[in-house]
């Protein structure tokens, strides 16, 4: 079935739909992987996003049932230039397209990937639609304005607390979208995990003594994201504060910092990041629009973007508080940046 890609700007791509086929509106990103489709589609990160990946085949080793990054996909529509029908792989359930068909995710393949990212690049991230059919401009404009993401983290969010046993340190998670391979890697350093809704609130958090409170990764602007943003102001001093990616930027918010959107993100498997506090070098995986434009007082930075010089981690020169804005769980990519988990628990009290 023919299917195009409208963007904001007016350029359109047609190729053909896959999926679930149903027309869809969403903010047009790139992902730089060559592997790693599952846990893009089910980073919940990406909520309200239609991702394109510029790896031209995709699908290769199919869909298998571990590891998804939460229960089901969450990106708004999935770009590719080829899929593959006939994945191979041990590990292999579903094939790309029977996924996505199930969890009503719309596709769109047979569009030059590459010409699409070279747009975004130069003009930067932009709303789109995956449409089915014909429609005239004011009817695209009218979509594309009703289309907002605010309420993001709302929807990706725990609805209830819950518990990952452990005999270890005690770590609060705040889930702002969290990703499972997050929850895991506490889980591995033996700690003691209690998950809390994305409104929870100071008093809630403290109520169970952490030895540390963590901030996830989610969706969205973090300048939306005011309750959080409140709950991490009233926690400051009171216990050890570490976050990833969303989380990180809310910390900066809390402190007095500001954030900004970039040009058209961070997204793939290959980024280079420099530990200013090691003196090394690591290539890490990322999955990020905005970033912190301006570090809070009391704060310095530990990470640096090694392609554009933008602020990838930062702690607190005083106090227990320490951030990164890549994705050290690594999942897709490499696992250079492991080693930040265990920096973390040095935190806990
Ligand atoms: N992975 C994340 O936590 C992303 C954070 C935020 N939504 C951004 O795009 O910058």
Excluded: W
Excluded at 59 to 79: A, C, H, M, Q, T
Excluded at 97 to 125: F, P, S
Excluded at 158 to 181: C, H, L, P, R
């Amino acid at each position: 079935m023919k299917a195009k890609l409208i963007l904001e700007n007016g350029i359109e791509f047609e190729g053909k739909a896959f999926g679930y086929l149903k027309e869809s509106v969403g903010e047009v990103v790139f992902n730089t992987g060559m592997t790693g489709y599952q846990e893009v589609l089910t980073d919940p990160s990406y909520y309200g996003q239609i991702v394109t990946m510029t790896y031209p085949l995709i699908g290769n080793y199919g869909i298998n049932l571990e590891d998804g990054e939460s229960d089901k996909p969450k990106v708004r529509g999935f770009i590719v230039r080829e899929k593959c029908d006939e994945p191979s792989n041990f590990r292999c359930e579903f094939s790309l397209e029977d996924y996505m068909k199930q969890n009503k995710i719309t596709g769109l393949y047979g569009i030059d990937t590459r010409a699409l990212t070279k747009i975004l690049r130069d003009n930067g991230t932009m709303k789109g639609i995956i449409a089915l059919e014909d429609m005239s401009k004011e009817e695209v404009k009218m979509k594309l304005d009703r289309f907002s993401n605010r309420g993001a983290v709302k929807e990706v969010t725990t609805d209830k607390i819950y518990k990952v046993n452990g005999s270890g340190k005690k770590v609060a998670i705040m889930d702002f979208g969290i990703k499972k391979n997050i929850v895991d890697n506490f889980s591995k350093r033996g700690c003691s995990v209690t998950v809390f809704p994305a409104d929870a609130t100071a008093e809630d958090i403290l109520s169970i003594d952490p030895d540390l409170v963590f901030l996830s990764n989610g969706p969205g602007d973090p300048q939306d994201v005011k309750s959080g943003i409140e709950t991490v102001k009233n926690l400051v001093g009171k216990k050890p504060i570490v976050g990833i990616c969303l989380g990180h930027q809310l910390l900066a918010l809390a402190l007095g910092g500001d954030t900004a959107k970039l040009k058209f993100g961070h997204r793939g498997c290959n980024h280079p990041v420099k530990d200013l506090v090691h003196d090394t070098v690591h290539i890490t995986s990322q999955n990020h629009g905005y970033y912190v434009s301006r570090l809070p007082e009391g704060m310095e930075i530990s990470h640096v973007n090694v392609n554009d010089g933008t602020v990838e981690g930062m702690r607190h020169k005083t106090l227990p508080m320490f951030s990164v804005q890549f994705h050290p769980e690594a999942c897709p990519g490499p696992q250079d940046s492991n080693y930040i988990f265990d920096e973390f628990m040095k935190y806990a009290l």
